[in-house]
């Protein structure tokens, strides 16, 4: 979990670490982790820049469970809706259901967008400012409370949008194939096991979980 001191610091390129720092950091606390780095190259996650929490989850709750293409198209759609501009709580509050739906929106998604806008103005969902001075585990208590954002959602709005330096999603799929194939197991560990050695990664486990995503597009030795 960040610190508040680490949660306000921000580093170039959208970090709240330094990068450097944190590969140097895990190749001397994990040699194992340290060969899987030499093989997958160069540490290179991009942050993407996070102007409104709420438009970054919005899009997250369109895009869940498709496709990029369909679910950019349905986006473009939904932002359409209100001029083309920014989404705002209040729009989708406001707007029907009909024309939500139309724009290729389930239902399931709609009730979510519409939870999320009333969340966000009555201040659960917190504001940017806010958030940056917020630790990794109140921002997952905030925003889980939203319908249809789980823990995973957050923590990769905390990895790729915030830049956080410690976070290991163990509930991820691919992290845990990827550990398993670094590790020579035969399968992969199971969430709670990945969190007990994932111990050894603080605080950059953020950096070593992406060498894990890279670990399954590797090809095999």
């Not at 140097?24 to 060969?35: G, I, S, T």
């Not at 939904?78 to 209040?90: D, E, K, N, T």
Request: charged share 30%; hydrophobic share 45%.
């Amino acid at each position: 979990m960040a610190t508040r001191k680490a949660a306000r610091a921000g580093r170039g390129g959208g970090f709240c670490y330094d990068p450097e720092e944190a590969v140097r950091h895990l190749r001397a606390a994990d040699p194992v982790l340290a060969e899987l780095m030499e093989r997958a190259g160069p540490f290179a996650l991009k942050i993407r820049s996070l102007h409104d929490p709420f438009e970054a989850l919005a899009r997250n709750i369109v895009f869940q469970q498709l496709h990029g293409k369909a679910a950019e198209a349905i986006h473009a759609r939904v932002v359409a809706l209100f001029g083309g501009g920014r989404l705002r709580p209040g729009d989708v509050l406001g707007a029907k259901d009909e024309d939500l739906r139309g724009a290729g929106l389930s239902a399931a998604k709609l009730a979510a967008l519409r939870d999320l806008a009333a969340k966000t103005l009555d201040g659960t969902v917190p504001t940017l400012a806010r958030m940056r001075r917020m630790t990794d585990e109140e921002i997952v208590e905030r925003l889980t409370q939203v319908r249809g954002i789980g823990r995973w959602t957050v923590e990769m709005l905390l990895m790729f949008r915030l830049g956080r330096a410690d976070v290991l999603p163990v509930g991820d799929f691919a992290v845990r194939k990827g550990f398993g194939l670094a590790y020579g197991l035969r399968e992969s560990p199971k969430p709670k096991e990945l969190s007990e050695y994932g111990e050894r990664w603080r605080p950059y486990r953020s950096v070593a979980s992406w060498y894990m995503w890279r670990a399954v597009e590797l090809p095999a030795e």
